[in-house]
T-cell receptor, first 115, second 110 residues
Framework: DTGVSQDPRHKITKRGQNVTFRCDPISEHNRLYWYRQTLGQGPEFLTYFQNEAQLEKSRLLSDRFSAERPKGSFSTLEIQRTEQGDSAMYLC?????????????FGSGTQLSVL | QKEVEQNSGPLSVPEGAIASLNCTYSDRGSQSFFWYRQYSGKSPELIMFIYSNGDKEDGRFTAQLNKASQYVSLLIRDSQPSDSATYLCAVAQAGTALIFGKGTTLSVSS
């Protein structure tokens, strides 16, 4: 069990640029979640996958955001035409099954700064 | 809209005291309830979960759930300076992701 891995840890970009983050869940976990957290707030749900299927998307996930999980393994979150309001910690988490019954494990996050 | 409410604090307690953290949730269909601890600059880590009404104890931590009042709490006994962190309440329904509150900041003074 190597834990949930996220890359990069930090990303600084200019407004209008595209960025992509990667998340590798715990190997046997079939559920993968993306959250966004800003200072002084709790994690805000963005989207989640069961295997390769994207099952739920928050209204926070504008059309500039897209997430994929090809083959049900790692996941990527892409933000197009970044805005300063996108600056946040992007957290990935995984679980063995539904979170009503299984624990959710978080990665260390990717801190995005949009200048 | 599903909501989880927490007092943002800060909650300040002296070392050795009991810290009491509270959370309310809006959706009566919620099934599972979690407390996460988050140190500054770190990701959340699970410390307690509870599914049934009543109390659940784990070491110095006790989670309390009252579904009728839509209320969940966390008690930390013998608080230590290392307990100083933000405590996040999270709630789940079947088929959905965890919904988090904004967190309560706890400060334990030595």
């Amino acid at each position: 069990d190597t834990g949930v891995s996220q890359d990069p840890r930090h990303k600084i970009t200019k407004r209008g640029q595209n960025v992509t983050f990667r998340c590798d869940p715990i190997s046997e976990h079939n559920r993968l979640y993306w959250y966004r957290q800003t200072l002084g707030q709790g994690p805000e749900f963005l989207t989640y996958f069961q295997n390769e299927a994207q099952l739920e998307k928050s209204r926070l996930l504008s059309d500039r955001f897209s997430a994929e999980r090809p083959k049900g393994s790692f996941s990527t979150l892409e933000i197009q035409r970044t805005e300063q309001g996108d600056s946040a910690m992007y957290l990935c988490a995984s679980s063995l099954g539904p979170v009503t019954a299984e624990k959710l494990f978080f990665g260390s996050g990717t801190q995005l700064s949009v200048l | 809209q599903k909501e989880v409410e927490q007092n943002s604090g800060p909650l300040s307690v002296p070392e050795g005291a009991i810290a009491s953290l509270n959370c309310t949730y809006s959706d009566r269909g919620s099934q599972s309830f979690f407390w996460y601890r988050q140190y500054s600059g770190k990701s959340p880590e699970l410390i307690m979960f509870i599914y049934s009404n009543g109390d659940k104890e784990d070491g110095r931590f006790t989670a309390q759930l009252n579904k009728a009042s839509q209320y969940v709490s966390l008690l930390i006994r013998d608080s230590q300076p290392s307990d100083s962190a933000t405590y996040l309440c999270a709630v789940a329904q079947a088929g959905t992701a965890l919904i988090f509150g904004k967190g309560t900041t706890l400060s334990v003074s030595s």
